[in-house]
């Protein structure tokens, strides 16, 4: 297929507070490949120093050749990435000063954004496209063909296999990416629950930017997740949902993973090694390979009830709060019931 280049003038220097839109206009093919971006960072005072603010405002090139509405054909792409024809274009939108506050303040701290590097963020703020949908409409049918993937700002959505509701999710959440990673059918139909405010990536931009690392984890979590007895009531789908979201640290031994009566963001799964519960000086739990522990703090907001030291070289698995809350799923009844703290109490 011949191709355009193109060239788009990405103008930052608008008023943070005005509703002027900013982006780059939408893709204008020419030849030419020159390029009259210009960024201030002044506009985005708004975000400072975060890293939504670097990818907006960077003097980075963005992805030569934008082009908003190509759509290659479903054979034609390998699953690999590094497969893709170079030709390829992201999407450009135009997005008004509220609407990037709105992906400041909720998507992009999405954990499936959250390790890009600066330019792969700023394509992907700016390929994303507001959708605002009514409670009861189909936002996706199974069977159909998958065009975007969608990240939930605002609103519940069910998925329904075959008519039947296999489960829902609600800000924050994120569906629509099988069909784009495996050149498949839609595999579920998605209602809206309530009025909803979707952000919708397209699947280029969805295989380019998030293909790699969405199979990547989510092949090198799966057997490690099905093996660890906590998760045993999740099925397939939701344990592929909670790699998405998973990071890996290694800790060398004698080091602390967390330290009692601090505050605490992340919720740990040993994938090897041993480590040791400390409460007040004394240890009173041995972990190993498939333990977990940090999930008081997430599940009451409290400081740290105990510390835990590594007796060995130890390589965890972590998930952040907000996977905590919306990807344990069941698995959080059973981790309140399990509450080490009450079990000491009772002995
Ligand atoms: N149990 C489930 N099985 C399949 N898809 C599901 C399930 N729960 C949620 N979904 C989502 O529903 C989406 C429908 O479109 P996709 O097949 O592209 O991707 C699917 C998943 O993101």
Redesign the pocket.
């Known amino acids: 297929m011949a191709e355009k280049s193109s060239k788009e003038s990405v103008s930052f220097s608008v008023d943070p507070f005005s509703n002027e839109r900013i982006s780059g206009h939408k893709s204008v093919a020419t030849n030419d490949a020159t390029d009259s971006r210009s960024s201030n960072t002044g506009a985005f005072g708004f975000f400072k120093g975060s890293a939504f603010a670097k990818a907006v405002a960077s003097n980075t090139e963005p992805p030569k050749n934008f082009n908003a509405n190509r759509r290659t054909s479903v054979s034609a792409e390998a699953m690999n990435p590094n497969n893709f024809k170079d030709d390829w274009k992201a999407p450009v939108h135009h997005l008004t000063h509220e609407q990037l506050q709105r992906l400041n303040d909720s998507v992009v701290k999405n954990f499936l954004f959250s390790q890009l590097d600066q330019e792969s963020l700023k394509t992907i703020i700016f390929a994303l496209e507001e959708k605002r949908v009514n409670k009861g409409d189909e936002v996706?049918k199974?069977g159909d063909q998958?065009d975007f993937f969608y990240v939930v700002e605002k609103g519940k959505v069910s998925?329904y296999?075959d008519g039947k509701k296999?489960?829902d999710s609600s800000n924050g959440s994120s569906?629509?990416?099988?069909?784009?990673m495996y050149n498949?059918p839609?595999?579920?139909t998605?209602v809206a629950e309530s009025d909803c405010i979707l952000w919708a990536l397209d699947r280029m931009t969805f295989r380019r930017i998030l293909l790699e690392r969405t199979s990547r984890k989510r092949s090198m979590y799966d057997r490690f997740l099905k093996e660890v007895p906590l998760l045993k009531s999740l099925?397939s789908?939701e344990r592929s949902k909670l790699a998405d979201a998973l990071n890996t640290e290694n800790y060398v031994e004698g080091k602390n993973i967390v330290t009692q009566g601090e505050g605490g963001e992340n919720f740990y799964f040993i994938e090897n090694g041993t480590a040791d519960v400390i409460k007040d000086g004394k240890v009173v739990q041995k972990l190993r390979k498939g333990d977990y522990f940090g999930e008081l703090a997430l599940l009451y907001d409290s400081p740290r009830q105990a510390t835990v030291k590594a007796t060995s070289s130890l390589k965890v698995v972590t998930l952040g709060k907000s996977g905590f809350q919306r990807l344990l799923g069941p698995a959080v009844e059973v981790l309140k019931l399990q509450d080490p703290t009450k079990k000491m109490k009772s002995n």
């Open positions: 996706i199974q998958g998925y296999v296999v489960n569906f629509g990416e099988l069909a784009l498949s839609r595999a579920a998605v099925s789908y």
